[in-house]
């Protein structure tokens, strides 16, 4: 009967008051006790029958036992108790049916009589394992522990884990005072609501390891995802494209993973796949769009580069050359900042103020830039780069120039012009030699990055007056460049020699030449 008040006493005598009052409504009475009718009604009674002693509570004992053990079959159990003190039920209720007792009673009747007769004593420590689970909201301490525990090294953080601990954490604890308090292991079990196995592995955890075993996070013994058929039918799938599977797809799906699983007697959830994928380090990721060179010396001339910039001198300098256009000096769109309700409009058609080329070197040791402009992109435009890198470089013992494969910069005319200045040169002077790049391969030019990073701030937004203008922009932007890097020291290509990282980089899987701003 679940009553609202403090006691089962104060709720009887506080219902009987109220519905003996003048007008009292049973119904709605036994509604606010939350009780059935039938429970109020029958308090009522009682208490007319008996007055207040009839709201006591009664003994629920039943009346007639009649499959009670008889008189006789309880003092042949007190008898051999009796001779053996230290037996328990099971085994006096074996020693009754060896010596021929037709109607030996179970070990639980043997344990019931010898708990009514009395001859069933807990011990001390049993008795303060119950008396701790009442307190286990007070304050605990040491006496309150078995005293085979008081000693133990890992006490204290046993009595934390009692006082502080989750509900599985405190049922473990539990568990190993409950053993060294000498109680029963199945009463143990129903005290605890644990099953018998799980209680014996705490105990046998703590044995064995102490503490540090008894909380340690536990791994199940079986895990699919370590089952290696089950990964090799994975990975043997994965391998395949789906069409070999009868699915019109190009790439792999997890419900289709989970299906040909299964079809090839392997079944595996979602969960375990994406875990057996993940271990063995396979990332689900789109294609990165690249240039691709169509060059087959391609990894030999990549190759030659990379040697020569791991060997490079301080008295050498590797330059990346390319040209900058033409573009045209007029308003140009781009990206910017504008207010709500606001839109740039760029005319399509424009009357241009002339256009600009601007031919341009980075030396990769100290990413500084050399620049002019220029009329054509022909022969002569790089001739007049190489003599003014030579002039400018004029400490250095050899200059490497690096530029695409475009028919100006492989023309006859140029290499015999290289020629002539190192023979000329002799030991006087720099000697030149070109390290030339994979055909179609702008992409790995480092000048490409600068381009890209100049368009981005003063060519892209802008609408220059006049050439004169557009170039008085490109020559402070390259300015500032060259006076940043002077201050702070980088080398561009930074991934080549593996210590810096700088926005122009030289790399196999890099794109300098970047689509949006070229």
């Excluded at 601007?358 to 054509?376: D, G, P, R």
């Excluded at 012009?417 to 023979?423: A, E, S, T």
Aim: charged share 25%; proline share 4%; hydrophobic share 35%.
């Amino acid at each position: 009967m679940p009553w609202k008040s403090n006691t089962l006493s104060e709720a009887r005598n506080e219902f009987v008051q109220l519905a003996r009052a003048p007008d009292a409504n049973i119904q709605s009475l036994c509604r606010q006790f939350n009780i059935s009718r039938q429970t109020g009604y029958e308090t009522l009674k009682r208490f007319r029958d008996a007055g207040a002693e009839g709201l006591k509570s009664r003994s629920h004992r039943p009346h007639h036992t009649p499959n009670r053990c008889s008189d006789l079959i309880e003092t042949a159990v007190l008898t051999v108790r009796a001779a053996h003190p230290t037996w328990g039920a099971r085994k006096i209720a074996s020693h009754l049916r060896s010596t021929g007792c037709v109607s030996a009673p179970a070990p639980s009747t043997i344990t019931a009589i010898l708990v009514r007769r009395q001859q069933l004593h807990a011990s001390p420590d049993q008795g303060r394992f119950l008396r701790l689970l009442e307190q286990l909201h007070k304050p605990i301490s040491q006496e309150d522990l078995p005293a085979s525990l008081r000693c133990h090294s890992d006490i204290k953080l046993l009595i934390d884990k009692l006082k502080m601990g989750s509900t599985s954490e405190r049922r473990r604890a539990l568990a190993v005072v409950a053993a060294h308090s000498s109680l029963r292991t199945s009463l143990a079990c129903r005290i605890l609501k644990q099953c018998r196995s799980s209680y014996l592995r705490s105990v046998r955890l703590f044995e064995s390891g102490g503490i540090e075993a008894l909380f340690a996070h536990r791994v199940n013994s079986y895990r699919k995802f370590d089952d290696q058929k089950v990964k090799e039918a994975l990975f043997n799938i994965l391998h395949q494209p789906p069409r070999n599977f009868d699915i019109n797809r190009t790439t792999w799906k997890m419900v289709d993973l989970v299906r040909v699983m299964s079809k090839t007697g392997q079944p595996a959830c979602e969960d375990v796949i994406r875990t057996i994928v993940k271990r063995a380090g396979y990332r689900w990721r789109k294609a990165r769009t690249v240039l691709t060179s169509n060059d087959p010396e391609f990894s030999q001339k990549l190759q030659h580069i990379r040697s020569i910039l791991a060997d490079l001198k301080t008295d050498e300098a590797f330059f990346s050359i390319d040209e900058f256009g033409p573009f045209a000096v007029k308003a140009q769109p781009g990206r910017m900042l504008v207010g709500p309700g606001e839109q740039k409009i760029v005319s399509q058609w424009q009357r241009s103020k002339g256009s600009i080329i601007v031919t341009a070197a980075i030396e990769l040791s100290s990413n500084q830039i050399t620049h002019f402009y220029s009329q054509k992109k022909n022969t002569d435009e790089m001739i007049r780069m190489m003599e003014a890198l030579v002039a400018k470089y004029k400490h250095c013992k050899k200059l490497y120039l690096s530029w695409d494969a475009a028919s100006w910069h492989v023309s006859k005319k140029l290499l015999e012009r290289i020629d002539i200045h190192n023979v000329g040169a002799g030991n006087k002077g720099p000697q030149v030699a070109i390290a030339s790049l994979p055909a179609r391969a702008q992409f790995l030019n480092v000048i490409e990055s600068v381009f890209s990073g100049m368009a981005r701030a003063i060519i892209h937004n802008s609408d220059y007056e006049s050439i004169e203008e557009a170039k008085r922009a490109i020559d402070r932007y390259f300015c500032e460049r060259n006076v940043h890097f002077e201050r702070n020291p980088g080398r561009a290509g930074g991934k080549l020699w593996g210590k810096e990282r700088v926005s122009p980089e030289f790399s196999s899987s890099n794109n300098c030449k970047d689509p949006r701003f070229g």
